[in-house]
């Protein structure tokens, strides 16, 4: 009896030690996996020549996923349809690859994996993996490499399509609309591209944002960037070749009208409206009148008339300057008249360098300025002008402002009158400026400048331009007024001398305007000043 209590005794307590140890530390499973997938081997064997199968397997040490394999997956020269490589999801030691479609003769074909193959648990990427092989007796081993910039962009975009469309008897430009080029690679997330296993030859040299991945231009919704003389083949290996991308300008096209109320109709529109007119065919009331405005955010015109009439439907005629003609019709019929809504561009606080300004969502036809007034928080009576600009279809008010105030604009019944005959109710803004001192000033000057006139722009960090200055000659400009924060500068060569920045034309052979950047973003602080000096190279 006491022999048995003894042993329970002694077995608690090692129970008791045993677990205390345990808690002492915990199992961590060890070193996170670091490593990347090694390539084992291949069937056929990487760099096959004469090669004549339908399909390839990659073996690697490891189980592999591919990730992303549609941006990252790049087979040179294109395939139609594209061959099936899997394993998509599951994983697997291998990487098979399926051919549907025929392999042209005497061809050197490579398959760049960018960082697509990487291992099932921790993600580790096998970088840039390639696998090449040839239909013919022999590999093609010339190259060229080089950059893609964006023309307007501080960075291009990530995933751009390098492609090299060989210069023969059937070569025109227009073949980067329907046809896929001899050779392609892709930048991944970088902006240096290699293309490798080329032959020797002549060919052009494009780059495309390619939003469908089908490896043809599509101008409404793709970037294309050129280089401007014909590669050569090898005399050209050693280049390091710079293509800058670009957003065309679509070919002006007006879409089809849409009445969206009583007395309006909008007209979308591909390309530049600047030079485009509106002119209505049917039968209209002798007092027929019509204004158009451009929508601020919208590929829009808003075309208002008045008096309304009865009709079935409207046709119109729609022009512009560059041979563009054509009759559209739009359907007809009553409905609710638009109210007038007013809003301005002051959120709450008006900057020094910005003037008060009203925008209308109908076409403001006048303004009476002495039913308007501005109130500044000590109740003074603030002098002011007031200029409405039919075009823009705005008010813009000037007046001298003081720091650290607050004022109210008073809008009373009947301050603005509009094309159909609306008129305001009593209407209150209320706004307010800070402190000079909260604000922060760049003196900026370009030296070296090849040409003139330069486009010089302030840029925040969404990308928006904030301020701008044109200058004709070397001189040190000041940007005053900016709210704290990180800033971008970029000077355009106005090349055309039109006071804007101009795309290019890839059919016409036409660059995009250039751009430089201050290489470093500049930082504005509050009540200080900076100044910074660009060399252009």
């Known amino acids: ?74 087979v040179s020269p294109p395939m139609d349809p594209k061959p099936t490589i899997t394993p998509l999801g599951a994983a697997s030691k291998y990487v098979k690859i399926k051919f549907l479609d025929t392999l042209l003769e005497n061809t050197t074909y490579s398959i760049n994996f960018g960082e697509s193959i990487v291992d099932n648990n921790e993600g580790n990427p096998n970088p840039f993996f390639s696998y090449v092989f040839s239909t013919g007796d022999a590999l093609d081993s010339l190259y060229i490499k080089g950059i893609v910039n964006d023309a307007i962009e501080k960075k ?36 240096n591209f290699n293309l490798n296993n080329l032959r020797e030859g002549t060919y052009k040299l494009i780059a495309l944002k390619d939003a469908a991945t089908n490896y043809t231009y599509e101008a409404k919704q793709d970037k294309i960037g050129f280089y401007e003389e014909i590669v050569t083949l090898p005399a050209d290996t050693a280049k390091i070749f710079n293509i800058t991308l670009f957003k065309e300008v679509l070919d ?64 119109f005629e729609v022009a512009n300057t560059k041979n563009f003609k054509d009759t559209l019709i739009g359907r007809f019929k009553d ?42 928080q000590d109740t003074t009576d603030v002098p002011f002008k007031a200029i409405l600009d039919t075009v823009k279809n705005e008010i813009v008010f000037t007046f001298d402002k003081t720091e650290s105030n607050n004022y109210t604009m ?35 000057t370009v030296q070296n400048a090849k040409e003139y006139p330069l486009i010089i722009q302030v840029i925040d960090n969404q990308g928006k331009m904030i301020s701008e ?31 804007k920045w101009d795309t ?15 290489p470093e973003e500049i930082e504005v602080r509050a009540n200080w000043e900076l100044k910074q000096t660009f060399i252009l190279e």
């Not at 009373?412 to 000079?436: A, H, M, W, Y």
């Not at 005053?480 to 055309?496: A, F």
Request: charged residues 25%; contains cysteine; aromatic residues 14%.
């Open 469 to 499: 200055k044109i200058i004709s000659s070397e001189q040190t400009i000041i940007f005053d007024n900016l709210t704290p924060g990180k800033y971008d500068v970029r000077v355009i060569t106005d090349s055309n001398q039109n006071g």
């Open 252 to 315: 002006f096209r007006a879409l089809k009208p849409k009445q969206v109320s009583k007395n309006e109709f909008i007209f979308g529109y591909e390309g530049d409206a600047d030079e485009m007119k509106i002119n209505i065919l049917s039968v209209t009331p002798e007092t027929y009148e019509a204004k158009i405005f451009k929508d601020k955010e919208k590929d829009t015109l808003h075309y208002w008339f008045r008096p309304f009439f009865e009709a079935d439907s409207l046709i």
């Open 410 to 444: 008073q809008l009373l019944p009947e301050s603005v009158q509009d094309f159909i005959g609306n008129v305001n109710d009593t209407i209150d803004f209320r706004f307010n400026t800070k402190k000079l001192a909260d604000y922060g000033t760049i003196f900026f």
């Open 335 to 376: 409905q609710y008249k638009d109210s007038l809504l007013l809003s301005t561009n002051a959120k709450g606080s008006l900057a020094f360098n910005q003037d008060f300004t009203i925008y209308a969502n109908t076409p403001m036809e006048t303004i009476n300025e002495n039913y308007i007034s501005i109130i500044d």
């Open 1 to 74: 009896m006491y022999k048995r209590s003894y042993t329970l005794i002694l077995t608690i307590i090692l129970c008791i030690l045993i677990i205390g140890c345990a808690k002492k530390g915990t199992i961590t499973g060890g070193e996170k996996d670091e490593i990347p997938p090694k390539f084992v081997k291949a069937f056929p064997p990487n760099f096959s020549t004469n090669f004549s199968k339908n399909e390839i397997r990659i073996y690697f040490d490891e189980y592999i996923k591919l990730k992303d394999p549609q941006k990252q997956i790049i």
């Open 504 to 518: 290019g034309n890839f059919l016409q052979g036409i660059q995009a305007e250039k751009v430089n950047y201050y």
């Open 156 to 191: 291009a975009d990530p995933f751009i399509t390098v492609a090299l469309y060989e210069i023969n008897e059937k070569y025109t430009d227009s073949l980067v609309f329907k046809e896929v080029p001899r050779y392609i690679t892709n930048t991944l997330d970088s902006i």
